[in-house]
């Protein structure tokens, strides 16, 4: 059974740190690429980051430079931190994940929902 949890999300002033979980089901934790998307009220679900082949990682270009995705293999757990947080990065936040046989290796193909095959709950954040 595959599950995703995500957690951390709340109200937080403009500039200011955040930082979002996604807690990951064993089972598929070492054998799926994952990433963070968003969605705001009106506006179509957006790709913030996502891990390709071999591990490295893409990054929206309205977030690069503020947000990285660091995971801790002993929690089974992968991290969204945000810094530097404007009233635009308020939105839903979901993690996803895509079986490893389809993770791609171009690094914009994996900021594309349609790659992923399980979704996380969503978790809500507020920058005001």
């Known amino acids: 059974h595959v599950q995703l949890v995500e957690s951390g999300g709340g109200s937080v002033r403009a500039g200011g740190p955040l930082r979002l979980s996604c807690e990951i089901s064993?089972?598929?934790?070492?054998?799926?690429?994952m990433g963070w998307f968003r969605q705001a009220p009106g506006k179509e679900r957006e790709g913030v980051a996502g891990?390709?082949?071999?591990?490295?990682?893409a990054y929206a270009d309205s977030v690069k430079g503020r947000f990285t995705i660091p995971k801790d293999n002993a929690k089974n757990t992968l991290y969204l931190e945000m810094d530097s947080l404007k009233p635009e990065d308020t939105a839903l936040y979901y993690c996803?994940?895509?079986?490893?046989?389809?993770?791609?290796?171009?690094?914009?193909?994996?900021?594309?929902?349609?790659?992923?095959?399980?979704w996380g709950q969503g978790t809500q954040v507020t920058v005001s």
């Open positions: 996803a994940a895509v079986r490893s046989y389809r993770c791609v290796s171009w690094l914009p193909a994996s900021l594309n929902a349609r790659l992923y095959d399980y």
């Open positions: 064993l089972y598929i934790y070492s054998s799926y690429c």
């Open positions: 891990m390709v082949r071999g591990g490295a990682t």
